[in-house]
């Protein structure tokens, strides 16, 4: 059974930083894509970023290119969104998804597996 479990979330200030970590059991991170999402309050999950499968190239949204990393440490099995420049539009319940495919969907659809999420809360 496959199960993704994040944590590191937390309350930050404003321009403060954060690591969330997502950890799997049931599957190897290795072999799937990854992806990290957010939901804040009334509004839609949304694409932050993530790592393909076969090439670990890695995507973000605009919102978060230059402030947010993901990385993969396959011997972990982790998945790492290390979060810089916080701002309070950043606050939201953040999710890692997991995807067999080769393609980084930006389409929450796409995910067969979700993590049950943390909450990132960015206070000015």
């Known amino acids: 059974q496959v199960q993704l479990v994040e944590s590191g979330g937390g309350l930050v200030q404003a321009g403060g930083s954060l690591r969330l970590s997502c950890a799997a059991s049931?599957?190897?991170?290795?072999?799937?894509?990854v992806a990290w999402f957010r939901q804040a309050p009334g509004r839609e999950r949304e694409f932050v970023g993530g790592?393909?499968?076969?090439?670990?190239?890695?995507y973000y949204t605009d919102a978060v290119k230059g402030r947010f990393t993901v990385s993969r440490d396959s011997a972990r099995n982790t998945v790492f969104l290390q979060m810089s420049s916080l701002r309070p539009e950043d606050t939201a319940v953040y999710y890692c998804?997991?995807?067999?495919?080769?393609?980084?969907?930006?389409?929450?659809?796409?995910?067969?597996?979700w993590g049950q999420g943390t909450q990132v809360t960015v206070y000015s």
């Open positions: 998804a997991v995807d067999r495919s080769v393609v980084l969907w930006r389409a929450a659809s796409h995910y067969d597996y």
């Open positions: 049931g599957l190897s991170f290795s072999g799937v894509t």
């Open positions: 790592v393909t499968r076969s090439t670990d190239t890695v």
